[in-house]
């Protein structure tokens, strides 16, 4: 079979105009596919210094080559656009069955250009695309709209909607795949909302997806599902899906909490919180696996008695009870599941949900923000009630609400006194829950992340040592285990740029990166078989990492056009000057600015990239065949 | 002792990881409108339920088929179709109790299960949540009723 052609969908919500484009032979060698070609067309269609909630921002939903088939993990739809919260460059991810829909529709990408003058969703057929009034849809929450489309049709659709938040456009509103599945990061739905687009909806009825050699194909498949279900980690993951680390994580003392002020909890609060306890107490309903997934990490729970009865979500994950239930001091699990329920259904990311409700409580606790700021509500550590209530007033932007919706850099520029110094964030959007204090790479990685600080762009959790192939994979990095320890500075800058790397391709081919950089299934040579034989372009496992570099590059580039330098490859100020608590066994955890410093300056040497700007220098653009980027940006 | 194809509902993550590699094992393409294996699902309530022919003792489908197209394979128990007798009339689709039999429209065939000549291809993708599994069993009263497919 020949080389497989990517299609982009154009639709410009304007003028209510839609048409097709074939990706060019030579971008899907250099960028693969996914992610990579969302960057390119990022770069070509994102105005520079464009408002993000304006017109001439743009939207694009990216699949993989292997989505739609069955590549273990091939489940990952990525989004990208320039990000309401950080100003700069924002790719952000879901699983479910969005993706493999799509592809099966016949479209690979999809961009929306300017906006719509009223409420809109896009249909999406194998027979037809068209914008479609969405009045009646406007106003209502993710699961009210995914049961109105998909009453409208026999088929089973899938549906990528925003809920009121992103309607309301609060700057980390998310898009939600199907009911639980949250592109959540970086506000993409505030994004969306800003264009009054509702939703689209994919049918996927008598589609196909082929690959070019499927000979071939079924033989790498079978080895990476092999891999996969050898690795040590997936069937924790399986079994206790990710938020099965809340435990882990405390035990290291690597679990912030209130606020980033401690690093642990209480043992009881971590076991009760953690997924590891679902199931014997009943939250845990069913396992659930994204398209063509094998591990299967995704949760389905419900309460089913007390005061949160008949609460039920998808998840939640690590990352969501880390932020709502540490990070706030609350220890009811009940309480978290309420709150993943509400997110999801308002449409908003809970990290940053739950990171602003924690700086509220720290700015209360501190007198910066009073009673009569708050119309009843006390936002004293661990209330829950106050929490829940918050959430839905920053969907709505109430009260409160208001301020919260802007995340906490602008909330406490607006609140003034030393507040900016609890307001967890850089680049103006909050962490993802691991302590960056004592692990480097997550801090080198956190700090240099385009999109703000964390994990989801570059996890570097092998630097933790902590299963046989995590230590293995340092050692290809460094060449030696004994830099699988998270507390020290050498090598920090080779074992995240190999993550980068690795971090991209797996994005590009629309594989999970719990495949590649959690559990270690599938490696950088299984990634380039997996991509040869699906798409009938030849690769080598150094020509995949590389494309994952030049993403990096590209993507480095679309935020130098935005006016990034090296000042923004920060951290929070509580991470790089307090240390006031209890990191057990690491003598001086903080990030100062000498150590990031002295991080950064590996980093940008590593990567060709100039060590006072940050800026890709001439020689390494063109090294990686990104010359057109290099003539925009000398211009 | 024949092997059967068991579904166990409840533990089905909805990955459709079964759905794609049926079509790929028999058609080297990914359809859903190609596969033999259907998951159904309310995806609000996160229940899905994989449906696959599973071998009934006494099959309708072969009973319902005007023209003996269907016949039962004497060593794999599969049901086995004879594509040149078909008419497609989908007598053995509206036959099957269990939503077993499903219909591919291009082609104007019945797709009904042939456990991929004794290895299916869809127990090697859930041997985690083991959703679906091929084990030789008693022929069951179980397995008549389909209680299996919950």
Known sequence: MDKLKQVILHVDLGNERTWVEKVKDESIRCLLGGRGIGDELLWRYLEPQADPLEPRNVLIFSTGVLQGTNAPTAGRTTILTKSPLSGFYLKTGAGGHFGAALRMAGYDHIIFHDSSSSPVYLWISREKVELRDAGELWGKGVRETNRLLQGQCAHPLEVACIGPAGENTVKYANIMLSYYHSASRGGAGAVMGSKRLKAIVVDRHRGVVRVAHPHKFREVVKLARENIYNDTMTKNLYLYGTAGDVTVFNDMHHLSSFNWRQSHVEEEAAQTLGGRSWEEAGYLKRRRGCSGCIINCHRYTAVDTGKYAGSYSGGPQLSTVGRVGPNCGIANVEAVFKFNELCDDLGLDSVSTGSSIAWLMETYEKGLITDEDLDGLKPDWGNEEAALKLIRMIAHREGIGDLLAEETKIASEKIGGESWKWAVQSKGMSPTGVEMRGAFSYALAFAVNPRGPDHLHTETMAEFGSTPEARAVIKKITGDEKYAVPDILDKR????????????????????????????????????????????????????????RRMMNLERCINVREGLTRQDDTLPWRIMNEYNYDLLGVEDPIVSKEKLDMLLDQYYTLHGWDNETGRPVAGTLKKLGLEFVLRELES | MNKYLIIDAEKCTGCNSCVLACSFYHFDLFSFAKSRIQVKKDPGKAISKPQVCIQCEEAPCISACPTNALSKDQITGAIRLDKELCIGCRACVTACPYGGVLFDEDDSLPLICDLCDGNPACIEVCQLPQAIRYEAIDVSANKKQGSGNG
């Open chain 1, 493 to 548: 800058a080779e074992i995240v740029r190999w993550h980068e790397d690795i971090y991209a391709a797996t994005d590009a081919l629309g594989v999970c990166a719990f495949a590649t950089t959690c559990a270690y299934g599938i490696d950088e040579e299984i990634l380039a078989q997996l991509f040869q034989s699906a798409t009938g372009f030849p690769i080598t496992a150094d020509c995949i990492m590389e494309a994952g």
